[in-house]
C-alpha cells in the first residue's frame, strides 16, 4: 500500500487492488496542502471529528467521487442531510469489515462540533481509526491528547505506523506524542496536525529526538511512502 501525506491530518491511502482511502480532507482554506478539492479522487472517506479543519470538503469530494463516509454515526447523518447518498455510521468501540480491511473505531480526547449558519451542530465523539489491511495496521489518531487507554491499542494492535497530532495547543505535541508512540508501540510514527496555523507551529524535530532512531517518519506535504 502507499501512504501519503497531504498537510495538516490528511492522509491517503492507495492500496494494491487500487482502493483509495482519505482521511479528514480539510482541502478548501488549508494554506499547507498540495491538494485541490475539484480533483481529488477517493473510494471512502474516514473522518475522525467534526471540526471544520476535519470535515473540510468531506461532502463535495464524496458526492463527486460518489464515495462513502466512514465515520461516527453523527457525522453519518450530517452527511446525509447534505445530500451524501453513501455512508456508514460507527461508534467508539466497534469495528466493521469493509472491501478494502478492516476498520476499528477507538476513542480521543477532544471535542467534536461544526458551526453552519451561526449555529453550532453536535457532532458525536471525536474518535480515531485503527485500520487493518493487506497486513497492515495504520492507526490515524485524528485529534487528541495523549492518555493512557492506548497503551490497550497496543496491546491488542501490531501498529505499522501511526499518524499522530503535534500540534499542542489543541492536541498534544512533540513529547506528548513521544509518550503515545511509546505506549501505542509503533514501530514508525508519522506527526500530523502542525504548521499549518501559528497557533500549532512546532518543530518535528523535537519528536525525533525523543524516540529511538529510525521511529519517527517525518514527512513533506506530498510525500509518499510504501508498506
Known amino acids: 500500500m502507499k501512504l501519503t501525506y497531504h498537510g495538516h491530518s490528511i492522509v491517503a491511502i492507495e492500496l494494491n487492488d487500487g482502493q483509495k482511502l482519505l482521511f479528514d480532507p480539510f ?45 461516527i454515526v453523527e457525522i453519518a447523518k450530517f452527511a446525509q442531510k447534505e445530500g451524501v447518498t453513501k ?16 476498520v476499528k473505531m477507538v476513542h480521543a480526547q477532544h471535542s467534536s462540533g461544526y458551526e453552519k ?13 485503527i485500520l487493518q489491511a493487506e497486513g497492515k495496521t495504520i492507526y490515524h489518531a485524528g485529534d487528541t491528547s495523549n492518555f493512557g487507554d492506548m497503551a490497550l491499542f497496543g496491546e491488542a494492535f501490531d501498529i505499522d505506523v501511526a499518524f ?13 506524542a513521544a509518550s503515545a508512540t511509546k ?3 509503533a514501530k514508525q510514527v508519522v506527526p500530523i ?32 511512502f510504501e508498506l
Not at 497530532?165 to 505535541?173: A, L, R, S
Request: glycine letters at 12%.
Open 27 to 71: 482541502i478548501t482554506g488549508n494554506p499547507v496542502t498540495d491538494l485541490k478539492a475539484d480533483e481529488v479522487e477517493t473510494d471512502w472517506l474516514l473522518i475522525t471529528h467534526g471540526h471544520d479543519d476535519h470535515i473540510g470538503d468531506m461532502v463535495p469530494i464524496a458526492k463527486r467521487n460518489d464515495a462513502t463516509i466512514i465515520s
Open 87 to 102: 455512508t456508514h455510521g460507527m461508534n467508539i468501540g466497534g469495528k466493521f469489515d469493509f472491501p478494502f480491511g478492516r
Open 117 to 129: 449558519d451561526g449555529q453550532m451542530i453536535y457532532m458525536g465523539e471525536p474518535a480515531g481509526f
Open 164 to 176: 499522530l497530532p503535534i500540534g499542542d495547543n489543541f492536541t498534544m505535541g512533540p513529547l506528548e
Open 183 to 185: 505506549r501505542l508501540k
Open 193 to 224: 496536525h502542525y504548521n499549518t496555523f501559528p497557533l500549532i507551529e512546532q518543530d518535528p524535530q523535537q519528536l525525533v529526538d525523543a524516540l529511538p532512531a529510525g521511529v519517527v517518519k517525518v514527512l513533506d506535504v506530498g510525500e509518499t
